[in-house]
């Protein structure tokens, strides 16, 4: 973490969200687009985790191979990979304007500040030899640029009762994560790091298990509301002071 390559990778994914944000200016992509353009990613990013991550499974008894599988550490259920489902979703299933608002509020905190933290502290690597790193890094790249988009095009409008339930939609994901975790747990999968520390190698400050897992919990999903809070609060008092210049001008 935070070696000479790790920095590389750092400038090279300010720049890819500084192209796209260039070629949306360009060429004015609509939502619609946008959406594509992720969806896209997201196949090329799935596709690379399929085909650098499937390995065989071995009968202890007999040494046959019985399957070839994906790892378990390749499915898509950390905070930022889960976002391959809601991206399919507003795709292809979900039509409802404000179905769509909801989701999209979610997606924006999470896929931003998820992004930031996958990129600082990149837990898959930063060896430009290995494929899944280009995958890693431009993945989390363009899921950063896509929040960036929904809130400098205004797409989402964030509130207090946004808030409230983007709050009660991570915790409810947090449960599944740790009922992932659990059901998995002889793969020593870590989803939304809710088993381990991100980087238990490095020991990260803060972000450890030295006072037990308990404490360490409670530290995680505590960092989790100071941001999400922290991040919604400006856009909360905007809107409200907006909504009460609007109803003083009526």
């Known amino acids: 973490m935070f070696?000479?390559?790790?920095?590389?990778?750092?400038?090279?994914?300010?720049i890819t969200i500084l192209i796209l944000f260039i070629l949306n200016r360009k060429f004015k992509f609509s939502f619609n687009t946008n959406l594509t353009i992720l969806f896209c990613m997201t196949i090329v990013?799935?596709?690379?985790?399929i085909l650098s991550g499937m390995e065989p499974r071995v009968d202890p008894i007999t040494n046959e191979v019985i399957?070839?599988?994906?790892?378990?550490?390749?499915?898509?259920?950390?905070?930022?990979?889960?976002?391959?489902?809601?991206?399919?979703?507003?795709?292809?299933?979900?039509?409802?304007?404000?179905k769509q608002d909801f989701l999209l509020s979610f997606m924006v905190p999470?896929?931003?500040?998820?992004?930031?933290?996958?990129?600082?502290?990149?837990?898959?690597g930063t060896d430009f030899r290995i494929l899944q790193t280009y995958e890693y890094f431009g993945f989390h790249a363009f899921i950063i640029y896509f929040a960036l988009y929904l809130l400098?095009?205004?797409?989402?409008?964030?509130?207090g009762k946004i808030f409230i339930k983007n709050i009660s939609?991570?915790?409810?994901?947090?449960?599944?994560?740790?009922?992932?975790?659990?059901?998995?747990?002889?793969?020593?999968?870590?989803?939304?790091?809710?088993?381990?520390?991100?980087?238990?190698?490095?020991?990260?400050?803060?972000?450890?298990?030295?006072?037990?897992?308990?404490?360490?919990?409670v530290t995680l999903v505590s960092i989790g509301l100071i941001i999400m809070?922290?991040?919604h609060l400006p856009f909360i008092i905007i809107n409200h002071k907006k909504l009460n210049s609007n109803k003083k001008a009526i």
């Open 3 to 14: 070696t000479l390559t790790h920095y590389i990778w750092i400038g090279i994914c300010v």
């Open 110 to 124: 999470t896929m931003l500040f998820g992004g930031l933290l996958a990129i600082l502290i990149p837990n898959s």
């Open 229 to 231: 809070t922290l991040f």
């Open 152 to 159: 400098i095009s205004k797409r989402v409008v964030l509130t």
């Open 67 to 98: 399957g070839t599988y994906l790892k378990a550490e390749n499915l898509p259920f950390h905070l930022c990979s889960i976002q391959v489902f809601f991206i399919f979703f507003l795709k292809f299933i979900i039509k409802d304007e404000k």
């Open 45 to 49: 990013s799935e596709s690379i985790k």
């Open 169 to 217: 939609f991570l915790l409810i994901l947090m449960v599944f994560g740790i009922w992932i975790n659990s059901i998995l747990a002889d793969k020593g999968v870590n989803f939304f790091f809710l088993a381990n520390p991100p980087m238990p190698d490095q020991h990260l400050p803060i972000l450890n298990t030295d006072n037990g897992w308990g404490w360490y919990f």
